[in-house]
C-alpha cells in the first residue's frame, strides 16, 4: 500500500513538472527564434535535407495549429520520459538513458520534417531533456531525503516502543523482587520477630541469664537479617566506598553462601568512576550481584574473579568463573534472567556480554559501560 501511495505520488510530481517544462520550452523557443531557426538549418543539411521551405513560425497562432501541437506533445514526451529516468534509474543507467533521449529526439525530429514537413524546434526539446533531467534529480533527492525522514521516524516510533516494553518490564521485574523481599521478610524477620517476643515473654516470667544469652542472640540475628535486606534495597557499601569496594564485597558474599575462591582486580581511576553518578553505579552493581548469583545457583565454580580495568575510554567490569560454563547447544537469548541483566544495562547505555571463560572452562561476563562522552543514563 505505501509503494502504491508512493508511486502515485512521483506520477502527479512528474506529470506537474513536465507542465512546467513544456511551457518553459515553448518560452524558450519563443525567446530564441533565430538560434532555434539556424539550429534546425544546421541539422537538416547535416543530415541531406533541403532547408528551403524552412520558415519562422514562432507566434502564438503557430501553438495553437497541428505542427505546434505536435512539437508541444514532443516537449511533454522527452520532458516525462527525462524526469522518470532521472528519478528511477541508477548512475550509469540514467546518463545513458538521458542521452539516448537526446539523440532520439534529433531522430525524432528529422522524421517528423522528412514524413510530414512539420517544422521541429531543438531549443525546445533540448530544453525539454535538459530541464527534465534536472527536475528528475530533484524530484530523486527530495524523495531519497523524505525517505530517509520517514525511515528515522518509524526508527524512533520502534526504539519508544522497545523504551516502553523495557520500561514494562523492568517494572515488573521489580514487583517480583518486591514480592520476593515481602515473602523474606514475612518468612525469615517477622517469624525470628515472633520467637523474640516469645522469650521475652519467657523470660519475663521466668528470667534466667540463659535465657537472656538466647534473646541477644536472636535479637542480633534479626538485626542481621534486616541488614541484608536494607543492603539488597540500597548497598550501605556502595555508597560509602564506591563501586570497587561493592563488587568485591558482593564476591565475598557469594564466597560464603557458595564456598569459591575469589580474586578481585582494580584497574580503574576514582577519576573515570567519577563520569558514573550513583544510580548508573547502582545498576552496575545489580548487574554484577545478578551474575555472582547465577553463578552460585548454577555454576559449581571454585574460583571466581572480578576485574575493573579502562579499555578504549570504556569501563569494563568483567566476572570469570571456572564451572560448568554456558552449554553451547543452549540457546540463551531467550534467557529471562540474562534478558533483564540487557535491559537495565540499555539504561546507562551499557552492554553485557557473555562469553566462554579462560581456557575453555567457565563463563565470562564482561559489562562494557561507555565514559568516553557524556552518559544520559541517570
Not at 517476643?197 to 528470667?207: A, E, G, K, Q, W
Not at 563501586?243 to 564485597?249: K, N, R, T
Amino acid at each position: 500500500m505505501f509503494m502504491k501511495d508512493l508511486m502515485q505520488q512521483q506520477i502527479i510530481q512528474a506529470g506537474i513538472a513536465t507542465l512546467i517544462i513544456t511551457i518553459i520550452s515553448v518560452l524558450a523557443v519563443n525567446l530564441m527564434p533565430g538560434l532555434d531557426r539556424d539550429i534546425l538549418i544546421r541539422f537538416v543539411v547535416a543530415m541531406g535535407g533541403n532547408t528551403s521551405q524552412i520558415s519562422s513560425q514562432n507566434n502564438a497562432i503557430y501553438w495553437i495549429s497541428v505542427s505546434g501541437l505536435i512539437n508541444i506533445i514532443g516537449f511533454g514526451v522527452f520532458a516525462f520520459a527525462s524526469i522518470w529516468a532521472a528519478l528511477k534509474l541508477a548512475v550509469i543507467g540514467r546518463s545513458f538513458v538521458l542521452v539516448q533521449l537526446f539523440v532520439l529526439s534529433l531522430i525524432t525530429q528529422w522524421l517528423v520534417w522528412q514524413s510530414f514537413n512539420i517544422i521541429c524546434h531543438p531549443i525546445g526539446c533540448i530544453a525539454a531533456v535538459f530541464l527534465g533531467s534536472f527536475f528528475g534529480y530533484y524530484l530523486r533527492s527530495n524523495e531519497k531525503l523524505r525517505l530517509e525522514r520517514q525511515a528515522q521516524y518509524y526508527e524512533l516510533m520502534i526504539r519508544n516502543k522497545e523504551l516502553q516494553e523495557t520500561r514494562l518490564s523492568l517494572v515488573k521485574q521489580d514487583e517480583v523482587e518486591r514480592r520476593i523481599l515481602a515473602a523474606d521478610l514475612h518468612d525469615q524477620v517477622l517469624n525470628d520477630m515472633k520467637q523474640l517476643v516469645h522469650r521475652f515473654d519467657n523470660y519475663v516470667n521466668s528470667p534466667s541469664s540463659e535465657e537472656a544469652d538466647r534473646i541477644r542472640k536472636l535479637t542480633s540475628q534479626v538485626m542481621g537479617e534486616i541488614r541484608e535486606v536494607m543492603d539488597s534495597l540500597c548497598p550501605s557499601v556502595l555508597e560509602h566506598l564506591g563501586l570497587p569496594a561493592a563488587i568485591e564485597d558482593c564476591l565475598r558474599k557469594g564466597s560464603e553462601r557458595a564456598g569459591f575462591k575469589i580474586r578481585f582486580k582494580n584497574n580503574i581511576d576514582l577519576s573515570q568512576l567519577e563520569k558514573l553518578s550513583l544510580v548508573e553505579q547502582s545498576l552496575v552493581y545489580r548487574l554484577v550481584q545478578e551474575t555472582i548469583t547465577n553463578i552460585c545457583k548454577h555454576a559449581e565454580a571454585k574460583i571466581v574473579k572480578a576485574q575493573l580495568q579502562n579499555q578504549n575510554g570504556s569501563i569494563v567490569v568483567s566476572v570469570i568463573d571456572d564451572g560448568k560454563g554456558i552449554d553451547k547447544g543452549k540457546d540463551i537469548s531467550n534467557s529471562r534472567g540474562l534478558r533483564y541483566m540487557r535491559l537495565r544495562a540499555d539504561l546507562i547505555g551499557a552492554r553485557v556480554n557473555w562469553r566462554e571463560g579462560e581456557n575453555g572452562k567457565g563463563t565470562c561476563v564482561e559489562i562494557i559501560i561507555n565514559t568516553a562522552s557524556d552518559n544520559n543514563g541517570a
